[in-house]
Structure formats: structure tokens, C-alpha cells
């Protein structure tokens, strides 16, 4: 029998502050193409000397790894995985203006040092004087999902038995100007909630969100994570195929799953892959939640920590209700998650009784 | 007895060769590949000496047969060279369905050197606007998952200089975990104004050729160039007599928790890589015939490596080198290049030298291998360290 | 002399981002690494570069930077003694 992981801590920041018990009740859908996060107060966390420097994508890292690991009365970690699809943008772009504006002429270390892909996971082993493993991975919409296998991986093969793992993604001025050119983000001025949706592109959102996983449960215990599965590329009729394989593989069926989320971002070229996902599941109560947060590279950890609190709770609030089917039980639960076509993921999460 | 995950094939583009028998010619004569950057415009031009592979973008995309409107960046196209020898070399259909194959690679500049040249540009030539999407780092695998065929799993790791260990070491527990049947793994990183200045503002670049394991080392010199290995699962090597080149035996990943670019003084972090490497082998220290060390050259670095390998392997240090100064350092690539010239010393049963070193360092009585050594080569230990204090080691055994 | 002490307490405030530092906190004699400010390598490059850009003096090597940075005090004397702008 290989180690189970169970998700017993949840932290994150995003556009509607930052986590709680009841995350879904006060919330304020979002409609900017670019949607920042509401940053909390770093002071108490973070020394004077170590914030100077840091860039809000590390700073969100620290806040939410932190508040995964209170959650869940978690101390130390064997392993610290990350994901980020744009990596540490505000740095890169800071050390990339002055190389081109200054003619490559006094250059400061500082910020190309922190425009490192691994920043934000190297800082959080930093503070918590942890020397154990430690990736960051940078595959666009799926980083962090990769992370969440490796942290499976970690687990099964009793290499690890207590993981932070998290992803982050920030916001930063050029790189958005030329999201917004080549339309992979919608126009400024579109203000389009994701229902409503009218155009191409997507409503960006920051943010971070950590999970503190364990091989043992806890009274507060959140959900047990079965499976990730990754594909780069799919058509939408392969869809299908994806999902089954994924499920047989899991020895469940497609009736077995209670409730999906998905992770539709109001793209109107896209979106129809989350249309044909959910044909499958009809009949199922559907979930989403991008509304809140938006899309980033690693929107879908918010995505999971959705999941996480509906079978912890055994509700599905309102604000996230995709269709109209009542719940019953809520035992399986399906997470689908793509971004322009590319970069499939799937998570398959289980009710734990505490 | 288990020995590992079979490694079925390899690719390498580097300033020492576009192939790997180039790679090994030059290794054995001594050839180093370190010059001026010809690529591309820099101030710093007069100042410092870097690995570069001397194709342009061009030359680079004629040789994969690309369309003239790809996007693809310098270092999706120098992993895409890499990863097809690879293909080739271990003789793989990766569009079988009858396999589970996946691609983890890794870089850590991704499409920075063309961001660089079109970021201000790209607002009034409509014509770039393909390369936009093109700076991401995961952007650069899914250009080589194309290029390949590969459908299917593909991620991509960056954690700086021991990015593609750490890709190699994923792919190996994929194959163990049962997710994967065969994986290309490795890494690639070009060249690029961003990481020259980068580096240069950490005032650890040399401007001359590095002196790796020298009292006398000034620093480092970067490089360009990318690897991948094919790992196969036992299943297949059996079913299909595959031909095995050497086993990946042991890997270990910890982290030194010291400082964001700096390595502790005794090396903690990368003794606790070794020692978990070791564990995962089932081998101990003596085992050990060569080392492929980390050895960037730079004061910090070759201290703190040489400190902490005296605490793994007391007073009998096995023969090692650093072969940076062939490559330069090639950042996420350079655990892959090693992984390579690792998989060559026990292939030819060769050490490879550390070139350029006079002087011993004072701190210790550590000599590296000076010269080209012919002498039986059973396992092979591969350091790799990179930023935030992340340290890799591989350990690679006879086929 | 006096006038440079004080204009370099404001630069080192502000390249280093040291937000909650004001320069009447800073006395001419106290050590910027260390126990003092508790400055480190990373800050230590930094003020290689401010001295390079605000008073045109280059170090090739990191390690003179050790006595020159050692307080506002030996790092204003240095600077007298050695700029160019």
C-alpha cells in the first residue's frame, strides 16, 4: 500500500484577500483584466531586513506557505515544491529595463538575483532553516500541478511524509502591455465578468496558494489528493479519452464522481473545452471559481483548495455554483483545469472522514 | 539485482561539439570551447570569455528544418537539436501509443534572449508578436515536445544551475512511480545579455579562462548548451533488448538553507545531496571512481564543494574535475552536459581533466585530475548547486 | 566632509531599501555589516555599484570592499580621497 496524502493546511492570497474558513461568502467577483491581489500586512511575518528586497510574488509565498503550515499545526516540512508560470516577473523585468535602458552600465545584483525562477521556494526553505528537497517547476499552466504530482511522488515512494506545496504568480507592467497585445489577456477597459464574456483573452489574476500535505490525517483534515495526471496537448474530442483512462486508471467511473471543478476563465476561444469536460458530468453539480480569483498560471491551486473546502464541508456555496444540480454526499471529487488549449490537468481528490 | 533506471540514449549541443562523439573528441584532446561572445552585441565583450556555440539563430533553425515563421527561441532550439539526437540515439518512436513517454526538461533564461532583443520593439512590429508567448520558461519544452511529436506529459523544472539534474531526477521516480514508461530528460539554456550582466553584477565572472579548484580562481565563465538522456523502464530495456548505456543509480536533491546565492562554508547542502544520493545507490563512498564536480570556479563555490567533499569522503578523495573549463557554465544545462560526459567515463573508461588548474587551493590538500586518465570507471558522482542554496547529486553506473 | 556623510546616508537608504532606517539613525561610526546595520554580500555589491555611479570610483575586486564599507566614516573618506565626479 503506498502513503497516502492528505491535505491538511490551506494558505493563499488572491483578489479577494486572503484564505479563511469562509472564503466564499464575502466576495466580490472580479471584472479588470487585470486584477491584483489584496496584499495583507507582511510586517509580522517577515523581518525588516529580509522584506527590503522581496518582490510581492515572494512576499505572497511567504504569507501563504505560512498560513498552510498554521492550519495545519505544521511545523517542519521534508520537502518544498513550487510552481510559477511567469516566475518572479517584477525582478526580471526591473534587471531586463536596466540592461536595455542603461546600456548595460551600473547593473545592482539585487533584483536579477531574486529574478530567479526558484526564488520564492528557496526563501521559504530560508526562513524555515529547512535543508530538505526542494523544486520549482515552470511549465505554464500545468507548473503547478507538476508540482503537485512531484509532491504525490514524494509521498508514495516514502521520501517525504510532510510537503508544503504551492504556487505563485505575479503581476508585473510590460509583460502585461504584451499579453494584451498578442489578446491572451482581454483589452484594459473590457470589464467583462467570466459569465458574461463576450470576447477573447482572460481576466488575469495574481496570487499565491500553499497547501501543507501529509501521509497521516488530522481532526481538520481537508481531502485526500488520489491522482494528478498532465498532457500537454489534447482536442476536445479527445477529452474524453483523457478523462476515462485517467479515472479507470483510479479504478473509479464516471459515475462515481460527486462534484467537477473547472477552471473556465471566460475566453471565448477556449472556454469550449470546459464545455465538452462538462457534457461528461452533466448531471453532476459543476464548480468553478476564476470569477474570484482569475486566470494566472497557477489559478487552478486555488482551484484545488476550492475542492478541498467543498468535501471538508460538504456544501457547495453559492458564489461557485457553474449549473444548477443540487448536491448529494460529496465523495469524489474531479478538478479539470486547461489554459489556450495546452497544458491539460486533471486532480482527482476523495472525502476523508475525520 | 536492480542497478537503476537504464539510460537508452543521449543528445548533447555544447561550445566543445554538436554531437556526443564531438563532445568526446574534445574532451579527450583537451579542446576547450571557451572564446568571446560572437552572438551578440555586449559591452561586455572585452571583459569576459564564455562557452558559446557558434551557430546563429539561423544556422540553428536550418538544422532543425523549421518553418521560417517559428517562434522559437535559442534555447527551444538548441534543447530541440539535443533531445532529437537523443531520440535517435536510443532509437525510440515517441509517438507510439504503445508507451507512455513523457519530457521533462529544463532551463533557466527560457526565451530571454530574444525578449531581450524585442521587448521595447515588439509594440510596433506586429511581425515579432509570435515570440511573445515564446519567453516563458515552460514555453521552451512544449517547443521541443512539438518539434519531437511528444504527446503527452511534459513539465519543466527550473532551480537554477541544478535544474537539469533535478529534471533527470524526476523523470527517473516517474519510471518508478509507474506514471511513465520512458522519459526524455535533461536540460538547455542559451546564452543571453540578461544572465551575461546577471552574473556580472555578482562580480563573479572571470576575464579569462576559469581556473576551477585553483587558489587562484577569478570566477566563472558562462556557457550555452543542452542535453537530454532517454531513461527506459526496466520492462522495456527487457522486451525490447534494448541496448543500455549506463544506469542512473542514485540522485539526491537537499537544500543548503544558507543564503539566496552563496553556499554555506562546509558545504551543507551539498554533502546532504551526496549522502542521499548514496542512500537511493545502495552504494557507499568508495565506491566512487570519478567525480564530475559542480566546480564553477567562482571562490564560494569550489571552497564549499571541496569542504564538503572531504566530509562525504574523508581523506581519499576520488579522482574529480570540474569540465566547466571545456563548457563554461552552462546553468540549467550543465547537469545535463555532465550527466553525458559522467555516462562517457564509464562508457570509455576515462577520467577527463580539469583544465587550466596550477596552483592548489590553500584551504585544503585537494589536487583534481589534472590529466586525461585511462583506468576503470564503474560509478560516477555528478554535483550539481545552483541559487537558493539548491543542491543536486546524480550517481551513474556501468552498464 | 560633513555635508558627504550625511548625502551618503541617504544613498545607502535608498539603494539598499532600508525602509524603516532614517538617516539620523545612522551614526557616522557604526558598522554598516555585521552587528550594526547587519548589512550582507548582496548590499556589499550594491555599494560597489553606488560608487561606480555617483562618484565615479571602480573596484574590480570585491574583497577591498571589506575596510571601505566598514562605517559611513571610512567609506566617506574613501570617497574624497578617490572620486572622479
Redesign the interface.
Known amino acids: 500500500m503506498k502513503n497516502p496524502c492528505y491535505i491538511n493546511g490551506i494558505g493563499a492570497v488572491n483578489a479577494q484577500g486572503t484564505w479563511s474558513d469562509d472564503p466564499f461568502t464575502h466576495i466580490a467577483e472580479i471584472s479588470n483584466p487585470l486584477t491584483m491581489a489584496i496584499q495583507p500586512s507582511y510586517k509580522e511575518l517577515i523581518p ?2 529580509m ?3 522581496m518582490s510581492k510574488g515572494i512576499k505572497m509565498g511567504i504569507f501563504a506557505s505560512q498560513q498552510a503550515l498554521d492550519d495545519a499545526a505544521m511545523g517542519q516540512v521534508d520537502a ?1 515544491i513550487t510552481g510559477t ?3 518572479c516577473l517584477e525582478d526580471s523585468e526591473k ?2 529595463r536596466n ?2 535602458d542603461n ?8 533584483s ?8 520564492v ?3 521559504i ?2 526562513r ?13 499552466a ?2 503547478f500541478e ?1 508540482a503537485l ?2 509532491a504525490l ?1 514524494q509521498m ?2 516514502e521520501e517525504a511524509n510532510h510537503v508544503l506545496v504551492g504556487g505563485i504568480d505575479e503581476i508585473a507592467g ?2 502585461f ?3 494584451q ?2 489578446q ?1 489577456v482581454k483589452a484594459n477597459g473590457t470589464e467583462e465578468k467570466l459569465r458574461d464574456s463576450q470576447s477573447p483573452g482572460v481576466n488575469f489574476g495574481e496570487g499565491g496558494t500553499f497547501f501543507a500535505l501529509s501521509t497521516a490525517k488530522k481532526d481538520n483534515t481537508y481531502a485526500q489528493i488520489l491522482d494528478v495526471s ?5 482536442a476536445t474530442e479527445e477529452l474524453t479519452d483523457f478523462v476515462t483512462s485517467f479515472l479507470t486508471r483510479n479504478q473509479i467511473s464516471l459515475a462515481d464522481i460527486s462534484a467537477v471543478v473547472i477552471g473556465n476563465n471566460g475566453d471565448l476561444v477556449y472556454d469550449k473545452y470546459y464545455t465538452s469536460f462538462c457534457t461528461l458530468f452533466a448531471d453532476k453539480p459543476q464548480i468553478f471559481y476564476k470569477h474570484l480569483v482569475g486566470q494566472s498560471d497557477v489559478a487552478a491551486a486555488f482551484g484545488l483548495a476550492t475542492a478541498a473546502f467543498v468535501l471538508k464541508n460538504q456544501i457547495i456555496p453559492e458564489a461557485i455554483q457553474w449549473n444548477a444540480v443540487k448536491h448529494s454526499a460529496l465523495n469524489y471529487v474531479l478538478l479539470y483545469n486547461q489554459y489556450l488549449g ?2 491539460h490537468s486533471l486532480t482527482l481528490l476523495h472525502h476523508v472522514e475525520t | 539485482m536492480q542497478n537503476g533506471i537504464a539510460i537508452t540514449g543521449m543528445g548533447i549541443v555544447s561550445a566543445i561539439g554538436l554531437s556526443v562523439a564531438d563532445n568526446l573528441n574534445s574532451l579527450r584532446n583537451a579542446q576547450k570551447g571557451i572564446t568571446q561572445v560572437d552572438n551578440f552585441e555586449t559591452s561586455l565583450r572585452d571583459r569576459v570569455r564564455v562557452g558559446e556555440i557558434k551557430l546563429s539563430n539561423e544556422q540553428l533553425s536550418e538544422k532543425l528544418h523549421l518553418p521560417i515563421d517559428n517562434s522559437m527561441t535559442r534555447t527551444g532550439m538548441l534543447g530541440a537539436l539535443a533531445a532529437q539526437q537523443a531520440v535517435a540515439n536510443a532509437q525510440i518512436d515517441v509517438t507510439s501509443q504503445n508507451y507512455r513517454t513523457g519530457l521533462v526538461s529544463s532551463t533557466s533564461v527560457g526565451g530571454m534572449d530574444i525578449t531581450e532583443k524585442y521587448f521595447y520593439a515588439y509594440e510596433n512590429r506586429p511581425e515579432l508578436h509570435r515570440y511573445i508567448a515564446s519567453h516563458d520558461a515552460g514555453v521552451s519544452s512544449q517547443h521541443i515536445a512539438d518539434h519531437l511529436g511528444l504527446k503527452g506529459f511534459v513539465t519543466t523544472i527550473s532551480t537554477a544551475c541544478s535544474s537539469a539534474a533535478n529534471a533527470i531526477m524526476l523523470g527517473a521516480q516517474l519510471i518508478k512511480s509507474g506514471r511513465l514508461d520512458r522519459v526524455i530528460v535533461g536540460g538547455t539554456d542559451a546564452l543571453s545579455k540578461f544572465t551575461l550582466n546577471g552574473f556580472n553584477t555578482l562580480m563573479i565572472l572571470s576575464d579569462t579562462y576559469c581556473k576551477p579548484f585553483d587558489q587562484n580562481r577569478k570566477g566563472l565563465n558562462l556557457g550555452e548548451a543542452a542535453a537530454y538522456l532517454i531513461l527506459e523502464s526496466d520492462e522495456i530495456v527487457r522486451k525490447e533488448n534494448k541496448k543500455v548505456l549506463a544506469y542512473l543509480s542514485g540522485y539526491g536533491n537537499a537544500n543548503d538553507a544558507f543564503h539566496q546565492t552563496a553556499s554555506s562554508e562546509n558545504g551543507e547542502g551539498a554533502y546532504l545531496a551526496m549522502q542521499k544520493a548514496f542512500k537511493i545507490a545502495r552504494l557507499s563512498p568508495q565506491d566512487i571512481d570519478y567525480i564530475n564536480a559542480h566546480g564553477t570556479a567562482t571562490p564560494n563555490n569550489d571552497l564549499s564543494e571541496g569542504r564538503a567533499l572531504i566530509r562525504v569522503f574523508g581523506e581519499r578523495v576520488p579522482a574529480f574535475s570540474s569540465t566547466k573549463a571545456y563548457t563554461g557554465h552552462t546553468l540549467a544545462a550543465a547537469a545535463g552536459i555532465e550527466a553525458v560526459y559522467s555516462i562517457l567515463a564509464l562508457q570509455n573508461d576515462l577520467l577527463f581533466p580539469n583544465l587550466n588548474f596550477e596552483t592548489p587551493m590553500e584551504e585544503f590538500q585537494l589536487l583534481p585530475q589534472m590529466r586525461l586518465l585511462h583506468q576503470s570507471v564503474n560509478h560516477v558522482l555528478s554535483n550539481s548547486f545552483g541559487f537558493g542554496g539548491n543542491c543536486s547529486t546524480l550517481i551513474f553506473s556501468k552498464a | 566632509m560633513e555635508e558627504l556623510k550625511e548625502e551618503l546616508k541617504g544613498k545607502i537608504i535608498e539603494v539598499l531599501n532600508l525602509e524603516d532606517v532614517a538617516v539620523a539613525d545612522i551614526d557616522d561610526s557604526d558598522a554598516l555589516f555585521g552587528d550594526g546595520l547587519g548589512l550582507d554580500s548582496i548590499d556589499a555589491l550594491e555599494l560597489i555599484v553606488l560608487l561606480d555611479k555617483e562618484y565615479g570610483i571602480k573596484l574590480s575586486d570585491p574583497k577591498q570592499g571589506k575596510s571601505i564599507f566598514e562605517s559611513v566614516n571610512t567609506m566617506a573618506e574613501y570617497i574624497a580621497k578617490n572620486r572622479t565626479k
Open positions: 525588516p531586513a522584506i527590503r528586497r518544498i508560470g511567469l516566475g534587471f531586463l540592461v536595455l546600456d548595460e552600465q551600473f547593473l545592482t545584483p539585487t536579477f538575483i531574486q529574478s530567479t525562477h526558484n526564488t521556494g528557496a526563501q526553505a530560508l524555515l532553516g529547512c535543508k530538505s528537497y526542494n523544486f520549482t517547476y515552470v511549465n505554464g500545468t507548473s507538476s504530482l512531484d511522488i508514495e515512494s510590460q509583460t502591455v504584451l499579453k497585445l498578442v491572451e498532465i498532457q500537454n496537448k489534447s495546452k497544458d
